[in-house]
């Protein structure tokens, strides 16, 4: 086009159609650069229609007020572009430490709750620290890498068995160590293998690829991928050691003493014994499984403060977590049990291979059958209503990956693990599972968790106990000893509990079972 107006126009257009693009994609990341670039193209239109009133011959118009509004047009555009560049250039001068001390990189399947203890725990030691997990704090799967890139000062790969078969852990690995200037450390856990040469050779197949990630769309190549994973594993990346010579949560204490270069825990790893207080508020967990002594350690920081205020006058702390605890003497677990105000069973996946966790079950259970409801206070056989303080309150939790017993582990299982009292311990196993269970979503936020929380706070009775209670029930004493006998025949040699454990869970819940 020869004449000037035309072109003009077609500028004007152009620059309107990016403007309106511009406005609807937001190509920046920051809303502070989309909006720049908006006003950038607005000055700019206002800029070619000055121009085009001065290229007008037949058009009246001051070429004074013209040139003063080209000139306010043009300085201003300079003035937003300077001012935004010197702008970002302050923020990276001012602000150079990364967003977030820690990044924990794990398998949400199998170490969710573990990651999130590890968080609380880093935490505690230093309340300035902010710690990425991202059940907490991602919110766009698409800035995972660029967090790690960029917003990270230390890296830890919390490996569990399939830890580096996740496409998004393998991502978080490589960019760690390609593209970020954080210090990388690797937690190994006992079910945790190395990968092997050919499987590093053929990642293709080692990596899952129906994971919902595909690392070719963010620029990573497989090569890179084995390289970091051979680093990773490499004598020179920091690796700290899960113990396995302690079944209680201080061993997470340990992870991260050694992780952040603390001192030590001076607590000793042998279990302490039973409290000898009653009317406390138990909880009780496989500790068999790390997951669930780590789930048992999220619940206890979630409930600690509102119990206190909850129980005050009551004996001892009203708090016990009995993963922490020598549970090698059955019957003195069963008392235990019985005088505790409240008990909160973690039904975790080997829950139902647990003998400590069938002796929380069986004691639940009777429970229920001697008093009848303990939220309405009801007993049966219409016998008068239960004192306050012998409120004994019932509360099942189901940990992710829990499966309730069916028809197979009432017909099968059960009579193989308690054959001399398989009718007393079903009534008891039944009466427990009758009961409304809470979830505890250890793979969900920080605020879910505050609410289930929340609920079982609600389920607590308000009633704190300074005396010792007789045991609700004595039946379940023939069913405890025979539990005891084929406990110690297994130690010995005997593999019965173990195995028929795997079978506890099917599908069928026979209507006995019910979950919110």
Known sequence: LQDAGAQIMMMCAFLLLFSLLQSSTKPWRSVIANGVDSICSVLMVLLLVSGSLATQSGVETSEEVLSVI?????????????????????????????????????????AAAQARLLKILLQQADRKDRVFIDSD?????????NIVKSDVANFVTY???????????AGEVTTAFKASSAKVVAVTTPSFLEPKEDELNNLDRYIDQDGGCNLAQYSIRLEDVKW??????DAETPRVRVRTDSLSSLKFNFVVAEVSKRPLPKQALQLPPLPNDSGLVAISADQGDDEAIASASILVSKLQECLHQRMEGGQGEPLCSLCDMDLSDLYALADF?????????????????????LVAILEGGAIQLS????????????????PEDKVRMVIPMTLPGFIFPGVHFYSAVLPGMLPTHNEEAQNCVRAFFKLIACPLSTHASDQVLELQAAEVVARVPKAARA???????????????????????????????TEVGVAAGDSDDEGMVRSV
């Open 137 to 145: 704090d991602l919110k766009d799967l698409d800035e995972l890498f």
């Open 70 to 110: 080209s000139i306010l047009v043009m300085s201003s555009l300079i003035l937003i572009v300077a001012g935004s560049l010197a702008f970002a250039i302050c923020l990276v001068l001012m602000d150079r430490r990364p967003k977030f001390s820690w990044f924990i990189c794990h398998h949400k399947a199998a």
């Open 467 to 497: 005396k010792k209670l007789a045991r609700a029930s004595s039946a379940d004493g023939p069913i405890i000893k025979e539990l005891a006998m084929r406990t110690a025949m297994n130690v010995s040699g005997s593999s019965s509990l």
């Open 159 to 169: 490996l569990t068995g399939d830890t580096l078969r996740r496409p998004w852990c």
């Open 228 to 233: 970091s994973f051979i680093k990773l594993l």
């Open 337 to 357: 049990i019985a005088n505790s105000q409240t008990i909160i069973v973690l039904l975790s996946v080997g829950t139902m291979a647990s003998p400590q966790q």
């Open 371 to 386: 008093w009848g409801s303990a939220r309405v206070l009801t007993p049966i056989k219409s016998k008068p209503s239960v």
